[in-house]
């Protein structure tokens, strides 16, 4: 069973500070994906990660997938209230379309 | 429709009765998934329909649970004799392709509430 183990669970922070939010696990994956959930709505994607070691930003979060292709972080410079969000990473194991959900990490960016 | 449409929006049901959930995917999208999610918490793998192949039922919790696609567009998940522990959210999403590099779309989900 492929399992996506994120980290911290809750963060809460002054606007201005910077995070980091990782995504774990034992297995390998052939692609990862980072989502925000907002209440009331199903999450949205932010990036999509192929290649062992890719980082990819997005203007002031930066994504970055582990060398050995187990891993994740997603790091926020700068935070602002508009990231408030559960924030989601899922992963595609090989062999399989079929894509499984971290465990998720709440942000509260207070201004 | 330009997005995922799910009905409906909120449920109640008493403890042992059937309810069925509707998903209404993005037109043209091959992939389909189910998830459930409780207490805004991640999210849990139920189902997934790729077009005429047969589905992945790897991550239904019991024989209650079953879902189907009909001409591979609308998708009902059903639950059957629905016990308080089926109460979360559930999460359709599709998707146009293979998924490492397609992007779901998700609805906005059906609240269940069993009481």
């Known amino acids: 069973t492929q399992l996506l183990e994120q980290s911290p669970q809750f963060l809460s922070i002054q606007e201005g500070e910077n995070l980091t939010v990782y995504c774990n696990s034992s297995s390998v994956f052939s692609s990862l994906q980072w989502y925000r959930q907002e209440p009331g709505e199903g999450p949205v994607l932010l990036v999509t990660v192929v290649t062992g070691g890719e980082v990819k930003k997005l203007k002031r979060l930066t994504f970055q997938f582990g060398d050995a292709r187990k891993d994740s972080s997603l790091h926020i410079t700068a935070a602002q209230p508009g990231d408030t969000g559960l924030y989601l990473c899922?992963?595609?194991?090989?062999?399989?379309?079929?894509?499984?959900f971290g465990t998720g990490t709440r942000l509260q960016v207070f201004p | 429709g330009a997005g995922v449409s799910q009905s409906p929006s909120n449920k109640v049901t008493e403890k042992g009765k059937d309810v069925e959930l509707r998903c209404d995917p993005i037109?043209?999208?091959?992939?389909l998934y189910w998830y459930r999610q409780s207490l805004g918490q991640g999210l849990e793998f139920l189902i997934y329909?790729?077009?005429?192949?047969?589905?992945?039922k790897s991550g239904l919790p019991s024989d209650r649970f079953s879902a189907e696609r009909t001409g591979g567009s609308v998708s009902t998940l059903t639950i059957q004799r629905t016990q308080q522990e089926d109460s979360a959210v559930y999460l359709c999403a599709s998707s146009p392709g293979t998924t490492i590099n397609s992007p779901l779309h998700f609805g906005n989900g059906t609240r269940l509430t069993v009481t």
């Open positions: 899922a992963g595609v194991g090989y062999n399989t379309d079929k894509l499984i």
């Open positions: 037109s043209g999208h091959t992939a």
């Open positions: 329909f790729q077009g005429n192949s047969a589905p992945d």
